[in-house]
T-cell receptor, first 111, second 113 residues
Framework: KQEVTQIPAALSVPEGENLVLNCSFT??????LQWFRQDPGKGLTSLLL?????REQTSGRLNASLDKSSGRSTLYIAASQPGDSATYLC??????????FGKGITLSVRP | DAGVTQSPTHLIKTRGQQVTLRCSPK?????VSWYQQALGQGPQFIFQ???????QRGNFPDRFSGHQFPNYSSELNVNALLLGDSALYLC???FGGGWETQYFGPGTRLLVL
């Protein structure tokens, strides 16, 4: 059974800082790894998808990496802005594309 | 492109009642997955529909059932509501069985009193 962990649960950083959000998973037989953003009371916005054959994906100031052997993924946010404040969730894609989510990391970027 | 839409946005029910939630997938998508997100938790997989059939089911009781229509839209039904069913219900759509990016709707907030 896949388990996904995100630590810490919350993070507060000053504006402009580069930061890394961590995600770990127990089953290395992962098909893909997806990072999402969730604003309070809202649905999920897809940020990046990394297929199991890939090592990383980039979109603007975001870069996500995947290391299946160590069971880890990271989301790197460059030059953080107050608008980046949200909860970030990672999810491992398993058989039949079922997503297993972590509990998320609530990020606060201070102006 | 309207993206994934869900209705209603909010719903209040009492214990024992039944509820139906609806989801329209993103244009061109044929796969719909449903998730339950309790407050402060990550979403939990309920089930997935592809080609009008339930393809996989998470650890949810039979009170949770669903359907996918020929136009790929989907319904989630919950019978005999419990207080613990209060949550945000999210629908995700994708193409070809969900191996590509899954796009989520805004969710339906269900409160059971």
């Amino acid at each position: 059974k896949q388990e996904v962990t995100q630590i810490p649960a919350a993070l507060s950083v000053p504006e402009g800082e580069n930061l890394v959000l961590n995600c770990s998973f127990t089953d290395s037989a992962i098909y893909n790894l997806q990072w999402f953003r969730q604003d309070p009371g809202k649905g999920l916005t897809s940020l990046l998808l990394i297929q199991s054959s890939q090592r990383e994906q980039t979109s603007g100031r975001l870069n996500a990496s995947l290391d299946k052997s160590s069971g880890r993924s990271t989301l790197y946010i460059a030059a953080s802005q107050p608008g980046d404040s949200a909860t970030y969730l990672c999810a491992g894609g398993g058989a039949n594309s079922k997503l297993t989510f972590g509990k998320g990391i609530t990020l606060s970027v201070r102006p | 492109d309207a993206g994934v839409t869900q209705s209603p946005t909010h719903l209040i029910k009492t214990r024992g009642q039944q509820v139906t939630l609806r989801c329209s997938p993103k244009s061109g998508h044929d796969t719909v997955s449903w998730y339950q997100q309790a407050l402060g938790q990550g979403p939990q997989f309920i089930f997935q529909y592809y080609e009008e059939e339930e393809r996989q089911r998470g650890n949810f009781p039979d009170r949770f059932s669903g359907h996918q229509f020929p136009n790929y839209s989907s319904e989630l039904n919950v019978n005999a509501l419990l207080l613990g069913d209060s949550a945000l219900y999210l629908c995700a759509s994708s193409f070809g069985g969900g191996w590509e990016t899954q796009y989520f709707g805004p969710g339906t907030r269900l409160l059971v009193l």
